[in-house]
């Protein structure tokens, strides 16, 4: 398959937990990397392979995987967390990339 | 610590091409991939290929074949992208970004391509 799907929005109250989730066959394969993206700025990577952050990203933030399924989940989510988030990984073949469609995150 | 910087904004026709660079500084430049990745306004990220310098390959997302030209020069550490035939759903903020395995952890800060007649 060469698509990852993620739900188009989800809210989330101040200070709650939410998880962001990313499906895909790949995804049996290949681990998902996540990305938050606010307007008008260029993405920034959150998590990266089973489920590492990078410099500075605070430990809110981890990653899970199983089966096709990939998640991003954010414990006591911030008003600063408000944004698109995007996961992608290898296709099957494993030499192209994808990205899901993104979720928008709302906080409340 | 690294940067990506692309050059700036561009317009143009329908049937044209645009050359986009991504000047790297501050790491090993041939040592990673470049990724480029196109974003329409309101849409999502789409991935379009990738070059890894060191060894002058590259892949593209199969909806781009025939359209994209990935090339580096690793004397000045710049990636380029040119997309050819361009049409109207190619006006898209156009991102370098450097990739490692399918990660991207340092991005250019985007140039917009507006394609109008």
């Not at chain 1, 188009?8 to 996540?34: E, F, H, M």
């Not at chain 1, 990939?70 to 944004?83: P, V």
């Given at each position: 398959s060469s698509e990852l799907t993620q739900d188009p929005a989800v809210s989330v109250a101040l200070g709650q937990t939410v998880r962001i989730t990313c499906q895909g066959d790949s995804l049996r394969k290949y681990y998902a990397n996540w990305y938050q993206q606010k307007p008008g700025q260029a993405p920034v990577l959150v998590i990266f392979g089973k489920n590492n952050r990078p410099?500075?990203?605070?430990?809110?933030f981890s990653g899970s995987s199983s089966g096709n399924t990939a998640s991003l989940t954010i414990t006591g989510?911030?008003?600063?967390?408000e944004a698109d988030y995007y996961c992608n990984s290898r296709d099957s073949s494993g030499n192209h990339l994808l990205f899901g469609g993104g979720t928008k995150v709302t906080v409340l | 610590q690294v940067q990506l910087v692309q050059s700036g904004a561009e317009v143009k026709k329908p049937g044209s091409s645009v050359k986009v660079s991504c000047k790297a500084s501050?790491?090993?430049?041939?040592s990673y991939a470049i990724s480029w990745v196109r974003q329409a306004p309101g849409q999502g990220l789409e991935w379009m290929g990738r070059i890894i310098p060191i060894f002058d390959t590259t892949n593209h997302a199969q909806k781009f074949q025939g359209r994209v030209t990935i090339t580096a020069d690793e004397s000045t550490s710049t990636a380029y992208m040119e997309l050819s035939?361009?049409?109207?759903?190619?006006t898209a903020v156009y991102y370098c970004a450097r990739e490692s395995a399918g990660e991207m952890n340092y991005w250019g800060q985007g140039t917009l391509v507006t394609v109008s007649s």
């Amino acid at each position: 398959s060469s698509e990852l799907t993620q739900d188009p929005a989800v809210s989330v109250a101040l200070g709650q937990t939410v998880r962001i989730t990313c499906q895909g066959d790949s995804l049996r394969k290949y681990y998902a990397n996540w990305y938050q993206q606010k307007p008008g700025q260029a993405p920034v990577l959150v998590i990266f392979g089973k489920n590492n952050r990078p410099s500075g990203i605070p430990d809110r933030f981890s990653g899970s995987s199983s089966g096709n399924t990939a998640s991003l989940t954010i414990t006591g989510a911030q008003a600063k967390d408000e944004a698109d988030y995007y996961c992608n990984s290898r296709d099957s073949s494993g030499n192209h990339l994808l990205f899901g469609g993104g979720t928008k995150v709302t906080v409340l | 610590q690294v940067q990506l910087v692309q050059s700036g904004a561009e317009v143009k026709k329908p049937g044209s091409s645009v050359k986009v660079s991504c000047k790297a500084s501050g790491g090993t430049f041939s040592s990673y991939a470049i990724s480029w990745v196109r974003q329409a306004p309101g849409q999502g990220l789409e991935w379009m290929g990738r070059i890894i310098p060191i060894f002058d390959t590259t892949n593209h997302a199969q909806k781009f074949q025939g359209r994209v030209t990935i090339t580096a020069d690793e004397s000045t550490s710049t990636a380029y992208m040119e997309l050819s035939s361009l049409r109207s759903e190619d006006t898209a903020v156009y991102y370098c970004a450097r990739e490692s395995a399918g990660e991207m952890n340092y991005w250019g800060q985007g140039t917009l391509v507006t394609v109008s007649s």
